[in-house]
């Protein structure tokens, strides 16, 4: 006789949580074929359609409901004690799935990501990037990384360096054909290439007056959602972009970009890694927190 497996329970977890039997594939490291067979299988085997299928949606059934609210706790418990006994290891397995923005990704890929890889070889580090805000406990998440601010109050947040300051740039090629600004109000005759705020909206540019944060609405007809698009299309003589300093050196440097207003420039807040205080803390998770710990020390000793 056949005993249902974990597998087959973890199969119908994430397509429940992502209403999608590809990305919950993707999720959990499956081909979309095997985990489709081990939903069905097990609806097979117990003779109860656990989902509504078509060929845009994937919804629980109402037995679907029932088995869910009955099964996630004893699943949590069990993935609670396999990642407990992992602790005992001494070199940290299994996957690290991280949720986080383009832009914040980048900027902690090199410092921390590559080395924890490379002291930690028998760990995944999967990075899922994305503009919008996601329920990290919700959508299968260990962590999340965004700025500091954007963090919600729930969750436990460990900061990643410190504050980042602010540039604008524009292209020699743009300024040939625009003066540069040379005060705020200026900026109402040039074309700015504004930022998507999580929210859908367009995000204003924020400058320091008299030491107090200013928040100036741009014009501009161009709006991006990732700070690489932004500055690309700064690169092409688009507009001004405002970007956090940390990406603009090599351009500056070379001379592709040129930075304006420097003195009414902020610091804004840093990023923060973060997760659920309700979740055990695995040992890879602790060994990723460690070291960014140990970076941020780092940092701070050289400044």
């Known amino acids: 006789m056949h005993r249902t497996g974990l597998v087959e329970f973890e199969a119908v977890l994430a397509v429940a949580r ?24 097990l609806e097979a085997r117990s003779g109860v359609r656990l989902f509504h299928r078509t060929t845009r949606s ?57 080395e924890f890889l490379r002291r ?25 990384i965004r700025p500091d601010e954007l963090v919600p109050r729930d969750m436990v947040r460990v900061p990643i360096g410190a504050k980042l300051r602010m540039a604008v ?3 020699p090629g743009y300024f040939a054909k625009h003066p540069p600004p040379g005060s705020l109000a200026d900026l109402s005759a040039h074309r700015c290439i504004r930022a998507r705020l999580p929210s859908g909206v367009p995000s204003p540019w924020e400058f320091t007056t008299k030491g107090k944060l200013q928040a100036v609405e741009v014009p501009g007809n ?24 940390w990406y603009i050196g090599e351009d500056v ?38 070291l960014i710990h140990e970076v941020n020390e780092t940092r701070a000793m050289e400044r």
């Not at 001494?90 to 980048?106: D, E, M």
């Open 18 to 41: 992502r209403h999608s039997f590809r990305a919950a594939a993707v999720e959990l490291g499956m081909s979309t074929s095997a985990l489709s067979s081990a939903v069905a299988g």
């Open 58 to 114: 994937v919804s629980l059934t109402e037995a679907g409901h029932e088995f869910l609210a009955r099964v996630e706790p004893a699943i949590a418990q069990i993935q609670g004690a396999m990642s407990a006994i992992n602790d005992y290891r001494a070199t940290p397995t299994g996957t690290l799935r991280i949720n986080s923005s383009l832009g914040a990704a980048r900027m902690v890929f090199e410092p921390i990501v590559s």
């Open 120 to 144: 930690h070889p028998a760990m995944t580090v999967d990075i899922v990037t994305e503009g919008r805000m996601v329920d990290i406990v919700g959508e299968g998440f260990d962590v999340g």
């Open 169 to 171: 740039v524009g292209s």
């Open 222 to 245: 161009l709006i991006l959602d990732a700070p690489a698009l932004m500055l690309d299309a700064a690169r092409q003589g688009m507009g001004l972009a405002q970007v956090a300093e």
């Open 253 to 290: 440097a070379s001379g592709r970009l040129v930075r304006v207003l420097n003195d009414r420039m902020p610091a804004v807040a840093g990023l923060a890694l973060y997760y659920s205080g309700r979740r055990h803390i695995s040992a890879g998770l602790r060994a990723f927190i460690d």
